[in-house]
């Protein structure tokens, strides 16, 4: 595993960070899970992302990893970092999304609670609330860390002016803005439109998440749609529709590529992303030990010669 130092901080982060978005949850194997945990772990991932409402049901991906942190990786507390959001719809009410002061405090306790833990390393406002003043959420955020009850702080999705906005309340409140978590991917590469250059900046490091578009940058869906993949099953976020046929076109022509350089399409998309100095991790999915082990294989070769990147280019404009 190689690191990556994060913005302008003193935490470093593994340039590949296991995400528990799917497969985590209450429905899927307990077993499974955690044997991709601990493959993530012998491989050099100490990095494992959260939010309060990942499963499904919500919530149930974070009493599933506080379990499997418990049974298996406790004495290791020390080198992971540990991270949980909040701001979509977790609980019914007037307060159980978005961004209100009220709203973030609690649903980080309740987080602490399912997994088990006095603190996690980052905390995330997982999306911009359009009704609550920045202020408000961002002091919230500082009163979280003054607690200590999170370490570091971060965003989500936020857009450059966003970013740079939450970033100067928080440092005028004498708490850095540590990380972005925007998604990227060759498929959807609005990230390069400003907000790099605000990260840039304002010295903050970047986690980019769904680097292999829910699977649509792997071999998975080249040959059809698969029983077992994320657009077939009804609770995914990927859906049917969204494996268009151009698409498609373009990762077969992307593999061919990616053969060339001696690498499977995930891994060159991965080292793609991280092509840029400002992205500090890129975040993965994973369904089966075998898909983390090929993803940190594209740390063998993250370097592109100048006709590759153009040869990109060309794919993805076609």
Same mark, same amino acid.
């Given at each position: 595993?190689?690191?990556?130092?994060?913005?302008?901080?003193?935490?470093?982060?593994?340039?590949?960070?296991?995400?528990?978005?799917?497969?985590?949850?209450?429905?899927?194997?307990?077993?499974?899970?955690?044997?991709?945990?601990?493959?993530?772990?012998?491989?050099?991932?100490?990095?494992?992302?959260?939010?309060?409402?990942?499963?499904?049901?919500?919530?149930?991906?974070?009493?599933?990893?506080?379990?499997? =942190?418990?049974?298996?990786?406790?004495?290791?507390?020390?080198?992971?970092?540990?991270?949980?959001?909040?701001?979509?719809?977790?609980?019914?009410?007037?307060?159980?999304?978005?961004?209100?002061?009220?709203?973030?405090?609690?649903?980080?306790?309740?987080? =602490?609670?399912?997994?088990? =833990?006095?603190?996690?390393?980052?905390?995330?406002?997982?999306?911009?609330?359009?009704?609550?003043? =920045?202020?408000?959420?961002?002091?919230?955020?500082?009163?979280?860390?003054?607690?200590?009850?999170?370490?570091?702080?971060?965003?989500?999705?936020?857009?450059?002016?966003?970013?740079?906005?939450?970033?100067?309340?928080?440092?005028?409140?004498?708490?850095?803005?540590?990380?972005?978590?925007?998604?990227?991917?060759?498929?959807?590469?609005?990230?390069?439109?400003?907000? #790099?250059?605000?990260?840039?900046?304002?010295?903050?490091?970047?986690?980019?998440?769904?680097?292999?578009?829910?699977?649509?940058?792997?071999?998975?869906?080249?040959?059809?749609?698969?029983?077992?993949?994320?657009?077939?099953?009804?609770?995914?976020?990927?859906?049917?529709?969204?494996?268009?046929?151009?698409?498609?076109?373009?990762?077969?022509?992307?593999?061919?590529?990616?053969?060339?350089?001696?690498?499977?399409?995930?891994?060159?998309? #991965?080292?793609?992303?991280?092509?840029?100095?400002?992205?500090?991790?890129?975040?993965?999915?994973?369904?089966?030990?075998?898909?983390?082990?090929?993803?940190?294989?594209?740390?063998?070769?993250?370097?592109?010669?100048?006709?590759?990147?153009?040869?990109?280019?060309?794919?993805?404009?076609?």
């Amino acid at each position: 595993m190689q690191y990556r130092r994060c913005g302008w901080s003193g935490l470093k982060l593994p340039m590949i960070s296991l995400g528990l978005w799917h497969n985590f949850g209450e429905i899927d194997s307990r077993e499974h899970a955690r044997a991709m945990i601990l493959r993530a772990f012998d491989l050099g991932i100490t990095h494992f992302d959260l939010a309060n409402n990942y499963g499904p049901p919500p919530g149930s991906a974070e009493e599933r990893f506080g379990r499997i =942190l418990r049974r298996d990786l406790v004495a290791y507390r020390d080198e992971l970092i540990i991270s949980t959001k909040a701001g979509y719809l977790m609980w019914p009410g007037p307060y159980g999304e978005w961004g209100s002061r009220k709203y973030l405090i609690a649903s980080l306790d309740q987080s =602490l609670r399912r997994m088990g =833990l006095d603190y996690v390393d980052i905390f995330y406002h997982h999306r911009p609330d359009p009704d609550t003043p =920045l202020e408000e959420t961002m002091g919230a955020l500082d009163s979280i860390v003054r607690s200590g009850k999170a370490l570091y702080v971060g965003i989500s999705s936020y857009s450059p002016d966003q970013t740079r906005q939450a970033a100067h309340l928080l440092k005028t409140m004498g708490t850095p803005c540590l990380i972005h978590q925007p998604r990227y991917s060759m498929f959807d590469r609005w990230i390069e439109d400003g907000l #790099l250059s605000v990260l840039r900046d304002e010295r903050m490091g970047c986690i980019v998440f769904s680097p292999l578009a829910q699977g649509l940058l792997t071999d998975k869906y080249l040959a059809g749609i698969p029983a077992d993949s994320r657009a077939a099953k009804p609770h995914g976020f990927l859906k049917r529709e969204q494996v268009t046929q151009d698409k498609l076109v373009k990762a077969r022509r992307l593999q061919e590529l990616a053969k060339a350089r001696g690498q499977t399409i995930a891994q060159m998309a #991965l080292a793609w992303v991280l092509r840029h100095d400002e992205v500090t991790s890129a975040l993965i999915g994973a369904s089966r030990p075998a898909q983390i082990d090929d993803a940190v294989g594209a740390l063998k070769r993250l370097t592109f010669l100048d006709v590759e990147l153009q040869t990109i280019e060309q794919i993805l404009v076609d």
